[in-house]
């Protein structure tokens, strides 16, 4: 880091390496456009119109609910490219809000979010660039309203910004090796003070075994991670390893790491870097069938790891555990929620071997249903700490004659360690210690059912909860959607939906409930 490590944010902003940076994904994708005179694009503009009657706008407890009159205006766009070189993915919506009695504190004008995801081929078979950027209304406090059900209510909610660019190198040694060089420069940022704005500069290099080593292979990475925050001010994690994969046949594997870890941030006590090792499996039955699964020990405790995926013509079903070291900065850049695409992706590819035709299938499915782009997880609260998450979670999706549906199940248990300072404005000195211990646990399931070609019908129930283990304070949340889609012309959708939403507001502000009535109409261009 550094000079650099010293500089807060807002100057580092301003600084002309991290400006070079921020350009060259737009000078490398300009360069490779160019010479992609085949490259295959889809754009899809649409743009949606809505009116919705609601008892509480704001969500807040009932002795201060508002009745009101909602209509929203909703311009999005879609689009897809692939070309030899190139792949590109990117989606954003605006929402306009007007009220039929005038603006409640509480409500918004206005929301946005967009997400971006690309990689070219600089120089073929060796030089790569990936790049990323998104902004999302993100929940505050994992104890409230969240933000993934939030639309013109505002509270408990922050917008939270991300970019990324990512250079690397791969360069085959024979069938001996493959050897991997990636830099990468990140940053998010949020509209509120209290959640730190940072900067983040990462290396990683590895070294794996090529087709020469059939039987038993091996692999040896090195991964180092420098952060500079406007709160939690200049942090570190560095990790070396190795390891090993021996085939009992084709299809199974016995797998062996070991390493180093070391993290460096203002902890509450003990041990922040030592030596850790795993043994474990992994069993690929078919080519639609794998498990992987491990255990073994950390400087923070014992671990374990655990995937297993099956998908057959109707159904895929997914299951994963992880026990890691993390913060919600780390989760804002790489998500660790249940991707609704990812999921839907499989599904579809029993039926679709077209990448880009399941693609847009694929986003044509989760417009037509509703479905959020990340499935029931646990909460991304905000924090500025360390934190060792454990995570499990579950998934399935099915299709078949007129049905379909989506069903998610995730339980988590973080545990901070780093010292509560850093989120001492975030959440108050009555409530310094709410983050210490949190366990959270949630459902999901979306059901559609095509009544004809033209008009399906669509159930949704979420729940969630939330528990401080450290000061014993709990926050429920249900929400219940029904309603009617039915395709009015080749362009145009219209959809009727009745809602209800019950939850705690947080430790000091009681619950909330509201009831509602919505009408659409979708129109893509």
């Known amino acids: 880091m550094g000079k650099l490590a010293g500089r807060p944010p807002a100057a580092l902003a301003q600084s002309a390496p991290r400006l070079a940076l921020r350009l060259a994904p737009l000078a490398a994708a300009a360069m490779l456009l160019a010479g992609e005179c085949r490259a295959d694009w889809r754009v899809q503009p649409i743009i949606g119109v809505s009116g919705t009657f609601t008892d509480n706008v704001s969500r807040t407890d009932d002795s201060r609910a508002h009745s009101q009159f909602v209509t929203e205006i909703t311009p999005a766009l879609v689009l897809f490219g692939k070309g030899r070189r190139f ?72 917008q939270v910004k991300t970019w990324r660019v990512s250079p690397y190198l791969t ?36 070294l794996t075994s090529g087709k020469s080593f059939d039987a038993l292979g091996w692999g040896l990475t090195y991964t180092r991670q420098d952060l500079t925050s ?25 797998t062996a790491n070991a390493g180093y870890d070391r993290y460096d941030y203002q902890a509450l006590g003990g041990r922040t870097e030592g030596r850790n090792w795993a043994a474990g499996i992994d069993w690929t039955p078919s080519q639609r069938s794998r498990l992987s699964a491990e255990i073994g020990r950390h400087f923070y405790g014992q671990t374990g790891k655990l995937f297993a995926l099956h998908r057959s013509r109707h159904t895929v079903w997914n299951i994963s555990y992880d026990d890691v ?4 900065r780390q989760q804002f850049l790489l998500p660790s929620t249940i991707d609704t695409a990812a999921l839907l992706d499989r599904l579809f590819s029993a039926t679709i071997s077209d990448p880009l035709l399941r693609q847009q299938a694929v986003a044509n499915y989760i417009q037509q249903t509703g479905l959020p782009p990340s499935l029931a997880d646990s909460v991304n609260y905000l924090s500025n700490r360390y934190l060792r998450e454990k995570r499990l979670q579950a998934s399935s999706a099915y299709t078949k004659g007129r049905s379909s549906g989506v069903l998610t199940l995730y339980r988590t248990e973080r545990t901070a360690l780093s010292d509560q300072q850093s989120d001492s404005e975030l959440l108050g000195s009555q409530l310094s210690s709410l983050n210490d211990n949190v366990h959270q646990k949630g459902a ?47 362009n145009l959708r219209g959809a009727v939906e009745l809602r209800n939403m019950r939850g705690g507001l947080g430790p000091t502000a009681g619950n909330y409930r509201e009831n509602a009535v919505s009408a659409s109409l979708t129109f893509q261009l």
């Open 230 to 254: 406007a709160i939690g001010g200049d942090s570190s994690s560095e990790s070396a390893s190795g390891n090993l994969r021996y085939a009992l046949n084709k299809r199974f594997w016995l």
């Open 444 to 490: 999901s399931l979306t059901y559609n059912y095509r009544m004809n070609s033209r008009t399906s019908v669509l159930a949704t129930a979420v729940f969630s909860r939330s528990l401080s283990q450290t000061t014993g304070y709990e926050s429920s949340n249900r929400e219940l959607r029904a309603g009617l889609t039915r395709q009015l012309g080749n």
């Open 87 to 158: 792949e590109v993915a990117a989606s954003g919506q605006a929402r306009q809000y007007a009220y039929s009695n005038g603006k409640v504190p509480g409500t918004a004008d206005r929301v946005y979010d967009y997400g971006l995801n690309g990689r070219g081929e600089l120089v073929e078979d060796l030089l790569f660039v990936e790049a990323s950027a998104s902004s999302s209304p993100q929940s505050i406090s994992a104890f409230g309203q969240q933000s993934n059900s939030s639309l013109y209510a505002l509270g408990n909610r922050a």
């Open 325 to 328: 070291i993390t913060n919600s």
């Open 171 to 206: 360069q085959r040694l024979g069938n001996t090796a493959l050897v991997s060089v990636r830099y990468a420069r990140d940053s998010v940022n949020s509209d509120i003070n209290s959640f730190g704005n940072s900067v983040g500069d990462s290396v990683l290099a590895s």
